[in-house]
């Protein structure tokens, strides 16, 4: 007799942007429990990803600093060509005033510091995570009636 086997739920994607295999590497092994993670190493990357898998993208980690494409011109783009419609937390050690007002600008949901502090990026990148879903939720709901 052959054992069924159970159904893979498939995992939401978080998208990990950093030039940085090192810092990619701290990111996914803070998520990959959770998350189906797709790395990029720099901005033409991501947007290629996004693209591709908006629909099931949870979240992005986005660095600021990045050679070719940073982390702003990233941003440009996805509000642009409507692709704001996932999550962006900026992932940064250049946190300055400049930088935070360039990502309110563009709707970023939260800035992290690096290094990174495993407990606070988990909370803080969950955290975001559920308020899209349920605000996305919503107006699902209230386009329905």
Known sequence: MKRREKPQIQKPIMLIVDDKAVNRYVLKNIFEEDYEIVECQDGR????????KRE???????DIVMPEWDGFAVLKYMKETALQTVPVILVSSNVNDKNIHRACA???????????QENV??????RIIDLYQ????????????
Do not use: H, M, S
């Not at 099931?56 to 980690?61: P, W």
């Not at 563009?106 to 990174?116: E, G, L, N, R, T």
């Open 106 to 116: 563009y709707d970023v949901a939260d800035y992290i510091q690096k290094p990174f």
């Open 45 to 52: 990357d991501a947007i290629e990803a996004l693209e591709d």
């Open 56 to 62: 099931e993208t949870a979240a992005v980690l986005l």
């Open 121 to 126: 990026v988990r909370q803080r990148v969950q």
């Open 134 to 145: 349920l605000k996305k939720g919503n107006e699902e709901y209230g386009q329905a009636e």
